[in-house]
T-cell receptor, first 110, second 118 residues
């Protein structure tokens, strides 16, 4: 089955800096890669996603890149703000099932 | 986006009792619903996948007799934790998907249910 590895587990940046979170997946059949932001006690919120036929996608300060050959994908957040502080999860899906990475706790210091 | 609700949001029960959690898709018909469990400071772990009118498919290591899932309609799925014990205390989250809603396998998450077993 699919296995998703996510790094780093914690990330602390200064406000205005960039943050990068990386994930690898094992199942080459995976075709959809969403990223979620989760605040304490809340549901995961989809922030950006990418399909396997696309290499890069950007939405304002957030971008995701996908390397299918290497089976890894990354989340890039530029100009970070304190409100970006949360836990971020990557996920990969094949056959409709989402398999999540372990999560990255991002802390943006003012 | 599509709206998914869960009820209750929080429940505290005594060890040995059963607890039922409801997951509803409010503005779309969900062909598939998923149940996840999340322990503190951990990731979401898929417990089972259910399609309307058929038996749920459980992930390896999840006891189907302990976590009963019913998906009786296209807008409602229930998870019953039978004979709950303190180790079942967790955050349970459902999600729903439909090929007619959202993009490409997108799942819409409920707000979660915090279960505490004393």
């Amino acid at each position: 089955g699919e296995n998703v590895e996510q790094h780093p587990s914690t990330l602390s940046v200064q406000e205005g800096d960039s943050a990068v979170i990386k994930c690898t997946y094992s199942d080459s059949a995976s075709n959809y890669f969403p990223w979620y932001k989760q605040e304490l006690g809340k549901r995961p919120q989809l922030i950006i996603d990418i399909r396997s036929n696309v290499g890069e996608k950007k939405d304002q300060r957030i971008a995701v890149t996908l390397n299918k050959t290497a089976k890894h994908f990354s989340l890039h957040i530029t100009e970070t703000q304190p409100e970006d502080s949360a836990v971020y999860f990557c996920a990969a899906t094949t056959g409709g099932k989402l398999i999540f990475g372990q999560g990255t706790e991002l802390s943006v210091k003012p | 986006g599509a709206v998914v609700s869960q009820h209750p949001s929080r429940v505290i029960c005594k060890s040995g009792t059963s607890v039922k959690i409801e997951c509803r898709s409010l503005d779309f018909q969900a062909t598939t619903m998923f149940w996840y469990r999340q322990f503190p400071k951990q990731s979401l772990m898929l417990m089972a996948t259910s399609n309307e009118g058929s038996k749920a498919t459980y992930e390896q290591g999840v006891e189907k007799d302990k976590f009963l899932i019913n998906h009786a309609s296209l807008t409602l799925s229930t998870l019953t934790v039978t004979s709950a014990h303190p180790e079942d205390s967790s955050f349970y989250i459902c999600s729903a998907s439909s090929p007619k809603r959202g993009v490409y396998n997108e799942q819409f998450f409920g707000p979660g249910t915090r279960l505490t077993v004393l």
